[in-house]
Structures are given as structure tokens and as C-alpha cells.
């Protein structure tokens, strides 16, 4: 038989030693993440997997939710159970991603060019430019923002005017995103320098540099594996929506 058991503080001290020492620089859920929720899980099994996306109290159906990075075969059992769902009128919409890594001695250190300046992002100064560029922004991306710049590495390249002509985020999972450069300042190889900077910091704190990158987005995945990276498998993010709560927020999924 099988049974779902709801894990204390207490159970649970193995994976916060786990996190303390492999992603040091996690920090605390806020209102991006949890409004809508934002969940994610896995299961070898479809069986298994829709047995605890209905397991009672897991999810609540009833409330918009996202589920991230999933595997191709998980993401649609929640598309299926969004839509049975106990009874409740509902939609989902996904984003399907390319996961993609690169380690230390794959990717060759692009020289910043002398006319410019790379520094990391300032969350006072360079948060409304991130979230101005970004095409999957919703509420509370200006917080969410604020604190990725805040607790992890960032690079941006400035004119002599200070202006920030390109730049890229390490993310909360410890991938890399965000990624754009002014379309003034493209055609110069400024995507390459900042993607290869932003890698070599991870480098430094022992990390890989990983990324996803939009299935259909062929300019950025060639970009990337010209670099040095390699693909590692597809991911898929579910919107699911109840139609009542529905009031034309796809929170950055397209319709």
C-alpha cells in the first residue's frame, strides 16, 4: 500500500543541512512565489503522480496555481488533473523550456570591451530595467526582482555614461536568466561576454551554469552552446487557472 505522510520541522533537518551547504545563498519565499503558488514535484510513475496531485490537502485546485520545471511526462498529469480537477471548471497553460549546463573549463571568459564597465546589478538603481524587459513578468516581480539582485550573482555592462546596455541574473534556483541586451548595443558580441561572466562567477562559488531557455527561442540556444553549453533535457512549466478565478491574469504565460 501507499500512504502520503506530512513531514515536520523536525524530518526535515537533513534537507536544510543539504541546502546550508549547497545552496548557501537561498532565501526566504515571497509574494512572487506564493501568489500564485509556486510548487514543483516529481514522480517516476503517472500513477503515483496523480495520487498525490489529488492526494486531499496537497494542492488546492481551487486556487490558481504554478508548477515549475517539470518533466515532460509530470507535466501532463497536471494538465490532466487540472482539468478533472474534482469537479471544478479549469484551464492550464504551459511554457515548455530547454535545460541547458555548461561546467568549469566549458566556456571560454569573454574580455568585457574596454569602452565598458561590467558590475553587478544595484537592486535601488536596476530593478524597474529588469522587470521593463522582462516578457514573463507579473505581480510582485518588482520584490522578486529586487531580492535576486539582492542575494545573487548579477552582471550588467555600462557605458561611460553609466547606462546599462546588457545584463543577466542568477536566478532563485541557481540558474541563469534574464538575459538582454539593448537593441542599440547588440550586433557587438555583448551577450556572449555577459552569458561567459555570469558563468565563471558561478564557477567561482562551485557551481555549474545552468540556464533554461524557451522551446522556439533558437537565437538564444545556439548562443549558448556556441558558448560551451550542452542540453540536458526539456522542462515544463503548467499554469492551471479555475475559470472562476479567472479575471485576464495569465501571470506571464501567453494565451
Same mark, same amino acid.
Given at each position: 500500500?501507499?500512504?502520503?505522510?506530512?513531514?515536520?520541522?523536525?524530518?526535515?533537518?537533513?534537507?536544510?543541512?543539504?541546502?546550508?551547504?549547497?545552496?548557501?545563498?537561498?532565501?526566504?519565499?515571497?509574494?512572487?512565489?506564493?501568489?500564485?503558488?509556486?510548487?514543483?514535484?516529481?514522480?517516476?510513475?503517472?500513477?503515483?503522480?496523480?495520487?498525490?496531485?489529488?492526494?486531499?490537502?496537497?494542492?488546492?485546485?481551487?486556487?490558481?496555481?504554478?508548477?515549475?520545471?517539470?518533466?515532460?511526462?509530470?507535466?501532463?498529469?497536471?494538465?490532466?488533473?487540472?482539468?478533472?480537477?474534482?469537479?471544478?471548471?479549469?484551464?492550464?497553460?504551459?511554457?515548455?523550456?530547454?535545460?541547458?549546463?555548461?561546467?568549469? *573549463?566549458?566556456?571560454?571568459?569573454?574580455?568585457?570591451?574596454? /569602452? !565598458?564597465?561590467? =558590475?553587478? &546589478?544595484?537592486? #535601488? $538603481?536596476?530593478?524597474?530595467?529588469?522587470?521593463?524587459?522582462?516578457?514573463?513578468?507579473?505581480?510582485?516581480?518588482?520584490?522578486?526582482?529586487?531580492?535576486?539582485?539582492?542575494?545573487?550573482?548579477?552582471?550588467?555592462?555600462?557605458?561611460?555614461?553609466?547606462?546599462?546596455?546588457?545584463?543577466?541574473?542568477?536566478?532563485?534556483?541557481?540558474?541563469?536568466?534574464?538575459?538582454?541586451?539593448?537593441?542599440?548595443?547588440?550586433?557587438?558580441?555583448?551577450?556572449?561576454?555577459?552569458?561567459?561572466?555570469?558563468?565563471?562567477?558561478?564557477?567561482?562559488?562551485?557551481?555549474?551554469?545552468?540556464?533554461?531557455?524557451?522551446? *522556439?527561442?533558437?537565437?538564444?540556444?545556439?548562443?549558448?552552446? /556556441? !558558448?560551451?553549453? =550542452?542540453? &540536458?533535457?526539456? #522542462? $515544463?512549466?503548467?499554469?492551471?487557472?479555475?475559470?472562476?478565478?479567472?479575471?485576464?491574469?495569465?501571470?506571464?504565460?501567453?494565451?
Amino acid at each position: 500500500s501507499i500512504s502520503l505522510v506530512k513531514t515536520s520541522g523536525q524530518d526535515l533537518l537533513k534537507v536544510f543541512e543539504w541546502l546550508k551547504s549547497h545552496l548557501p545563498l537561498s532565501w526566504k519565499i515571497i509574494n512572487y512565489l506564493t501568489k500564485p503558488r509556486c510548487t514543483c514535484y516529481f514522480s517516476p510513475n503517472p500513477v503515483h503522480a496523480e495520487m498525490l496531485l489529488t492526494w486531499p490537502g496537497f494542492i488546492d485546485w481551487s486556487e490558481p496555481c504554478i508548477f515549475e520545471m517539470l518533466s515532460n511526462d509530470n507535466a501532463a498529469v497536471v494538465g490532466a488533473v487540472s482539468k478533472t480537477n474534482n469537479g471544478t471548471d479549469s484551464f492550464s497553460r504551459t511554457i515548455r523550456c530547454i535545460a541547458i549546463v555548461a561546467n568549469p *573549463g566549458d566556456v571560454e571568459l569573454r574580455p568585457v570591451p574596454r /569602452d !565598458l564597465t561590467m =558590475r553587478d &546589478l544595484d537592486p #535601488l $538603481t536596476d530593478t524597474d530595467l529588469v522587470i521593463s524587459t522582462w516578457k514573463y513578468s507579473r505581480a510582485h516581480a518588482d520584490e522578486f526582482v529586487r531580492a535576486l539582485i539582492t542575494h545573487f550573482p548579477s552582471v550588467g555592462l555600462f557605458d561611460q555614461n553609466n547606462q546599462c546596455l546588457g545584463f543577466e541574473l542568477t536566478l532563485q534556483d541557481e540558474t541563469t536568466g534574464l538575459l538582454y541586451v539593448l537593441p542599440e548595443a547588440r550586433g557587438r558580441g555583448l551577450a556572449k561576454v555577459i552569458i561567459s561572466q555570469l558563468a565563471h562567477k558561478n564557477f567561482a562559488l562551485g557551481l555549474p551554469a545552468a540556464a533554461l531557455v524557451v522551446s *522556439g527561442n533558437a537565437t538564444s540556444l545556439k548562443l549558448h552552446l /556556441d !558558448l560551451g553549453f =550542452r542540453i &540536458l533535457c526539456e #522542462l $515544463t512549466y503548467v499554469l492551471h487557472i479555475p475559470r472562476d478565478k479567472f479575471s485576464g491574469e495569465l501571470y506571464g504565460f501567453t494565451s
